[in-house]
């Protein structure tokens, strides 16, 4: 599928674009209003949910085109891998774990045997040069198998040739996660499901997020997008497992922000090894980078998570310090989300005037 081809290079131009840039662009002096910036974005013909907050305290809520409550459920896709990254560092914190402990130290029987050598911090990292399910789309498609048997998918599809070498090459890589969600799995007994609802959703408060299933598959009520100008095809999310089948509403994915700036998954030393960013901007499940609101202001860290999945995208952006947070949910699947980093695209004006809200 062509927006998958799309979503690997716009994490290449990200990474190169780090690395060969030793500052950021500089921002206007003159900073919109959230409202300001929210009805600038308007008149770009964004379609979508936008939301800011700092701290407990909502600043802006706003829906653009066919979406008209706030309510409606979404699917979170990648943004469910910060989830799976957090359960991870949780094992780490309780020493089940060690992030650059290879696979084979906890699941010597993998069935690739090049596979075990890749180290818990290149899964996270998508330098694990594991198979890349996505080089076969059809997978996740409506008439492939449900995708429900986590352990089936990461000894299956997953255990296929590698690419490279672990700690050679990024590529992003949804088997990553699916390998990750099974290993916590196995360390728990528990199946991945109740580890979200345990570890993630219940101490956050998240009352209305779920998983995707093939019990509990995509809903009508649920938001939909389009790629390509059309109505995005259908395609089977409960087959992403833990890179890509949360789901939940606006207020869900907030509270899952607070959650996480407020310590209430990670004490504060195992958070910062979870943000802190490698050479190219990549955390552990997440990506962390400067980012200048204006002239007058010193740079913010931002850690971003961007979910993707057909019509529907997803940009989660949280300042740690400040507790700012700003959600974009756009029904084009089509539209770039990926420039925020370089003070670009729809919602570098939305962060800038966020940051510059007092």
């Given at each position: 599928?062509?927006?998958?081809?799309?979503?690997?290079?716009?994490?290449?131009?990200?990474?190169?674009?780090?690395?060969?840039?030793?500052?950021?662009?500089?921002?206007?002096?003159?900073?919109?209003?959230?409202?300001?910036?929210?009805?600038?974005?308007?008149?770009?013909?964004?379609?979508?949910?936008?939301?800011?907050?700092?701290?407990?305290?909502?600043?802006?809520?706003?829906?653009?085109?066919?979406?008209?409550?706030?309510?409606?459920?979404?699917?979170?896709?990648?943004?469910?891998?910060?989830?799976?990254?957090?359960?991870?560092?949780?094992?780490?914190?309780?020493?089940?774990?060690?992030?650059?402990?290879?696979?084979?130290?906890?699941?010597?029987?993998?069935?690739?045997?090049?596979?075990?050598?890749?180290?818990?911090?290149?899964?996270?990292?998508?330098?694990?040069?594991?198979?890349?399910?996505?080089?076969?789309?059809?997978?996740?498609?409506?008439?492939?198998?449900?995708?429900?048997?986590?352990?089936?998918?990461?000894?299956?599809l997953c255990a296929g040739p590698v690419t490279a070498a672990p700690g050679s090459k990024f590529d992003?890589?949804?088997?990553?996660?699916?390998?990750?969600?099974?290993?916590?799995?196995?360390?728990?007994?528990?199946?991945?499901?109740?580890?979200?609802?345990?570890?993630?959703?219940?101490?956050?408060?998240?009352?209305?997020?779920?998983?995707?299933?093939?019990?509990?598959?995509?809903?009508?009520?649920?938001?939909?997008?389009?790629?390509?100008?059309?109505?995005?095809?259908?395609?089977?999310?409960?087959?992403?497992?833990?890179?890509?089948?949360?789901?939940?509403?606006?207020?869900?994915?907030?509270?899952?922000?607070?959650?996480?700036?407020?310590?209430?998954?990670?004490?504060?030393?195992?958070?910062?090894?979870?943000?802190?960013?490698?050479?190219?901007?990549?955390?552990?499940?997440?990506?962390?980078?400067?980012?200048?609101?204006?002239?007058?202001?010193?740079?913010?860290?931002?850690?971003?998570?961007?979910?993707?999945?057909?019509?529907?995208?997803?940009?989660?952006?949280?300042?740690?310090?400040?507790?700012?947070?700003?959600?974009?949910?756009?029904?084009?699947?089509?539209?770039?989300?990926?420039?925020?980093?370089?003070?670009?695209?729809?919602?570098?004006?939305?962060?800038?005037?966020?940051?510059?809200?007092?």
């Amino acid at each position: 599928m062509s927006h998958i081809k799309k979503y690997l290079a716009s994490f290449t131009i990200f990474s190169a674009g780090l690395l060969a840039s030793g500052s950021l662009l500089a921002a206007p002096k003159n900073l919109p209003s959230l409202e300001e910036a929210a009805k600038n974005l308007g008149k770009t013909g964004f379609q979508g949910l936008v939301f800011a907050a700092r701290g407990d305290k909502v600043l802006l809520e706003k829906s653009f085109g066919a979406i008209k409550d706030s309510k409606q459920t979404f699917r979170f896709a990648s943004i469910t891998k910060q989830m799976t990254a957090i359960l991870v560092m949780q094992e780490v914190e309780a020493g089940k774990l060690q992030l650059d402990q290879p696979l084979g130290a906890y699941w010597p029987d993998y069935p690739n045997v090049q596979a075990r050598n890749a180290t818990i911090r290149q899964l996270l990292t998508h330098y694990s040069g594991l198979y890349n399910e996505m080089v076969n789309p059809a997978v996740h498609m409506m008439d492939a198998n449900s995708g429900d048997d986590i352990q089936k998918f990461a000894t299956g599809l997953c255990a296929g040739p590698v690419t490279a070498a672990p700690g050679s090459k990024f590529d992003y890589n949804n088997c990553d996660y699916i390998v990750l969600g099974a290993l916590l799995e196995k360390i728990n007994k528990q199946s991945f499901l109740s580890l979200l609802q345990q570890r993630i959703f219940a101490p956050a408060g998240m009352s209305t997020a779920s998983y995707y299933t093939a019990a509990l598959p995509d809903s009508k009520q649920h938001i939909h997008g389009t790629l390509g100008g059309k109505p995005e095809p259908e395609v089977n999310l409960a087959s992403y497992g833990p890179a890509g089948s949360s789901f939940g509403t606006l207020k869900d994915l907030y509270a899952f922000d607070l959650a996480f700036i407020q310590g209430k998954y990670l004490p504060a030393k195992s958070r910062e090894v979870m943000v802190k960013p490698n050479n190219v901007g990549g955390a552990l499940g997440v990506w962390s980078y400067p980012f200048r609101a204006s002239d007058a202001h010193s740079q913010v860290m931002i850690i971003e998570r961007q979910g993707w999945i057909a019509g529907v995208r997803i940009l989660n952006l949280v300042d740690l310090q400040s507790q700012s947070i700003l959600i974009m949910v756009s029904t084009n699947g089509d539209l770039d989300l990926s420039q925020t980093w370089a003070n670009k695209g729809p919602a570098a004006e939305m962060l800038r005037a966020l940051l510059g809200t007092q």
